[in-house]
């Protein structure tokens, strides 16, 4: 049987650190869950479908572009990732 996999400590821990912070936890918690948690309390989403994976892809996927192509995103590519990834995950059928 294989090893699990370890998970690695952030690559910037201040950056991490900071970010949690001095941006998510005032706020409540990320974009994603937070936005994800609303639409729950008003029957809009499952609440079963929040999980601590569904509630992080937004901005993982932000990160994962920021990381693979050294850029921000562009005006287009959070919507795309909303209706590619955040809502088919959350239990809607892609646009």
């Known amino acids: 049987m294989a090893e699990p996999e370890r998970q690695q400590p952030p690559a910037y821990p201040e950056l991490a650190e900071a970010l ?4 998510f936890d005032p ?5 994603t ?6 639409y729950a309390a008003n029957g809009r989403v499952d609440p079963r479908r929040l999980t601590p994976i569904t ?3 937004g901005e993982a996927m932000v990160f994962k572009l920021l990381i693979d192509l050294g850029r ?3 005006p287009d ?3 795309a990732i909303v209706d590619e990834v955040i809502l088919p995950a959350v239990g ?4």
């Open 33 to 38: 869950s937070t936005v994800l948690r609303h």
């Open 20 to 23: 949690y912070r001095d941006v």
């Open 72 to 74: 921000a995103p562009t």
């Open 92 to 95: 809607f059928p892609l646009p």
């Open 55 to 57: 509630t992080q892809i």
């Open 77 to 79: 590519e959070p919507a």
């Open 27 to 31: 706020r409540g918690g990320t974009f």
